[in-house]
DNA sequence: CAGCGCTGGTTGCGCGAACAATCACTCTTG
DNA sequence: CAAGAGTGATTGTTCGCGCAACCAGCGCTG
C-alpha cells in the first residue's frame, strides 16, 4: 500500500496512523505536563493561564465573557465558573459594562498581573522545551499552514457530503 | 534556531504561535466534531470507540485493564468506569485472568464487533475529510517525526535537564 | 412606549475523569 | 509457610465542563 490511495478503505496507512495518532498523543501529553507545570510552580491550571493571558494583552486589561469564552475554547458556563474562581483568587474581577448592561468584562488584577509574569516564564520555557524545540523553523510553518487548513474546513459545519 | 535565535524571549513568534495555537485548536475541534459524528451516528462516545477498536485488534480480542488504560490515554478508574458503561451496553464483558487472579480482560463481544464495523466507517470517513484530505503525504510523514520527537522527549518524566 | 424576539450571562443538573484510599492477590524473604 | 512489600483493579470523592433552562436587558416594530 505504498502510496495511499487506494487504501480508503477499512483502516488507516502507517503514515496516516503515525500523523493522527502522534496528534493525539502529542497533545495528551503536552496539556498534561504544561498543566501540571502551572500548577506545581504557580498554583494554577492551565485553562486559568490562558485567560490571563488573553487579559493581559486585551486593551485595558478586560475582555467581555463572550469573546473570551469563544478565545480559551470554553463553553459560556464553564467561563463563567473559571472566572468565579479566578475572581475568588483575586486574578481577576468581573465588571459591568456601561454601554450595555447585560454585558460584562472580566479585568485582570494586578495580582493576576504578577502571576501572570511569573507563570509566563514557566509556561514559555515548557513549550518551547517540550514542542518548539523539537520542530524546526520550517516545520513550524509547515505545521501553521496545515493547521489553518484544518480548522478552514472543520469550521464549515460538519462532513457534509462526499 | 535560526532566526528565531534573539527571541527566546517573553513571547512566541508569530511563527511559533501559528505552530503552537494551531495544534491546540485543530485538536479541539477535531476531537469535539468526530466524538459527536459518532454520538451522532452510533450513540457511543469517541473514548468507547478507541476501546472497541484496540479489543478488536487485540489478540484473542481481548487486552489487560491496564495495557487498555494506556492505550486509550485514560487513568485506571477512569477505564474501570468506562469498561462499567460499555459492559452495560454490551459492547464488551469482563474476563478473568487464569494466571493471575488479580487481573481482568476486557473483551469485546459480537455486539461490540457489529457496531464498530458500522462505527468504524464513520470515524474513518470523518478523520479523513476533517483531518487527513487536509494534509499531503509527504507532509504526514513529517507530522509523524515531529510527533516521535515531542513525544520521546516528553515521555521522559519532566523538562529535566540532558 | 408597550409588546416581543434576540442576545449576554448565570444557574441547575448530570457526566466523565482524576486522585487517593482500598481490596484482592502475587511474589519475595527469612 | 507466614509476614510484608508490591501490583492489578475497583470504589469514594471531588472537580471541571457542557447542555438546557433561565433571567435580564437590548432593540425592533407598530
Not at 112 to 141: C, K, P, S
Request: charged residues 25%; hydrophobic residues 45%; aromatic residues 4%.
Amino acid at each position: 500500500m505504498a502510496t495511499t490511495s487506494a487504501s480508503k478503505s477499512s483502516s488507516l496507512s502507517a503514515r496516516e496512523l503515525r500523523a493522527w495518532r502522534g496528534m493525539l498523543r502529542a497533545h495528551a501529553a503536552l496539556t498534561k505536563a504544561l498543566d501540571a507545570d502551572l500548577e506545581a510552580q504557580h498554583g494554577i491550571p492551565l485553562t486559568s493561564y490562558e485567560v490571563l493571558l488573553l487579559l493581559a494583552d486585551a486593551p485595558d486589561h478586560r475582555m467581555r465573557m463572550s469573546d473570551l469564552a469563544d478565545a480559551v475554547l470554553l463553553s459560556r458556563s464553564g467561563l463563567t465558573r473559571l472566572v468565579d474562581r479566578m475572581a475568588r483568587d483575586g486574578l481577576l474581577e468581573r465588571e459591568t459594562c456601561d454601554s450595555d448592561a447585560r454585558g460584562a468584562y472580566a479585568r485582570i488584577t494586578p495580582a493576576g498581573l504578577t502571576l501572570l509574569a511569573a507563570a509566563r516564564r514557566t509556561h514559555l520555557a515548557g513549550v518551547r522545551a517540550r514542542f518548539l524545540d523539537h520542530v524546526a523553523a520550517d516545520e513550524q510553518d509547515l505545521l501553521g499552514s496545515c493547521w489553518e487548513r484544518v480548522l478552514g474546513d472543520s469550521a464549515e459545519d460538519g462532513v457534509a457530503c462526499g
